[in-house]
């Protein structure tokens, strides 16, 4: 093949997404090349990614893990940036074609602007980017010509289902949920499941962080906020589905009523490869979906006495302006507290909306207006932990 190699840079690599694209790469080493690599704190892995791929470049979170690292390559003569600004530098890196932009939170929007500023495709796995500055990242890619093409499964679907369509045509897009560990489990349990049970997803294995999110379907509803902005879309445009075969991802309703709807077997790779090669198609290494063995799907509405956090989202995408911030905000500290077994499951809930209910909205233009209504919401949750903690001493 005389086709040019396209040279990636993946944002957390040595995360879920990170990993299963490091597997899509290696089976097509002749199309993919990797220059760049950046991780957290997990420098034993990534020695091994980086002795593998070869990269000119890493990047990880500060000058102990640099040094971990470079005692874990030996002579290796990477170059090894770090913090904030090493991770907003490799993901502009000028030898890039495209980033893979997969560190999870709100830690992934710096890079992604950086990497959007510069014109690079982007494959777009970091949904809190688009939950939180949707509108600054559209104009950004408008401005320089960066295709984003996401890696969500549903969003993939969503973005194949809309290939080669005028949007004017379509009337609703739903994304599909498998409705997590907790579907089915009797509500009066809900609010005290423990961090085991809340990690075993039935369908999917993902990162910590989205796995609880799936548990509390909040996941779901930073998808909505995601694909509103991905797909210029109106919040009454959006609806979920919840589909425990998770085989259905995304479905398209047009005007005239045909749906559309993109299926594929339950593993990220699919979608993550299609991120790579789009427009192109390439094989994949896994068996056909065989529909036959599946035979049923099925298709619920979302229980919201259920799934409260999901009402929450659907909440904060309607109204719009500073409350998706303070909804991930919020989310991603009493993720994190939940992680850290300092919450019940069922205070995600209450902290959550805690801070959606004591918000004072306003309009974000800029970076800077998203950081601080972010600090703001953080600081909140923060404080209210700090409350809960005291009345349980
Ligand atoms: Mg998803």
Redesign the pocket.
Same mark, same amino acid.
């Given at each position: 093949m005389n086709k040019r190699k396209k040279r990636l840079v993946i944002l957390g690599s040595t995360g879920s997404i990170g990993q299963s694209t490091l597997d899509v790469i290696r089976r097509f080493r002749d199309r993919y090349g990797v220059v760049g690599l950046a991780a957290g704190r997990n420098s034993g892995l990534l020695a091994r990614q980086v002795e593998e791929f070869q990269p000119e470049i890493v990047a990880v979170e500060s000058e102990k893990q640099a040094g971990e690292l470079r005692r874990n390559l030996g002579r290796s003569r990477v170059r090894i940036l770090c913090g904030e600004a090493g991770y907003e530098e490799i993901a502009s890196v000028a030898t890039a074609d495209m980033v893979v932009s997969a560190i999870t939170g709100i830690a992934g929007l710096k890079p992604t602007l950086a990497a959007l500023r510069k014109g690079k495709d982007l494959a777009l796995a970091n949904k809190e980017s688009m939950v939180v500055a949707g509108d600054l990242i559209r104009k950004i890619a408008a401005r320089t010509g960066s295709r984003i093409i996401p890696v969500?499964? +549903?969003h993939s679907g969503v973005f194949q289902c809309l290939r080669g369509r005028d949007k004017k045509f379509i009337k609703k897009v739903y994304l599909t949920a498998s409705g997590g560990p907790f579907l089915r489990v009797p509500l009066e349990e809900l609010s005290t499941k423990t961090l085991a049970e809340a990690l075993r997803h039935p369908r999917w294995k993902m990162g910590q962080k989205v796995t609880i999110d799936s548990a509390t379907m909040m996941?779901k509803g930073l +998808?909505l906020v995601e694909a509103r902005w991905l797909f210029n879309l109106r919040p009454d445009q959006l609806g979920v589905l919840v589909h425990p075969q998770s085989i259905v991802h995304a479905l398209v309703e047009f005007l005239d009523g045909s749906v559309l709807a993109q299926l594929s077997q339950t593993d990220m790779r699919i979608p993550i490869q299609y991120a790579l090669s789009y427009p192109e198609r390439l094989e994949s290494p896994l068996p056909s979906l065989d529909l036959a063995e599946v035979r049923s799907l099925e298709f619920f509405p979302v229980d919201e006495q259920r799934f409260p956090l999901f009402g929450l989202a659907r909440k904060a995408l309607a109204a719009g302006l500073s409350f998706p911030v303070v909804l991930n905000a919020a989310n991603e500290v009493s993720v994190q507290a939940f992680l850290e077994e300092k919450i019940s499951f069922g205070q995600i809930f209450e902290i959550v909306s805690y801070c959606l209910n004591h918000h004072q909205p306003r309009a974000l233009a800029e970076l800077d207006d998203i950081l601080a209504v972010d600090r703001e919401s953080r600081g909140q949750a923060q404080l209210y932990l700090k409350k809960m903690k005291g009345n349980i001493t």
């Open positions: 969500d499964s +549903e996941n +998808e």
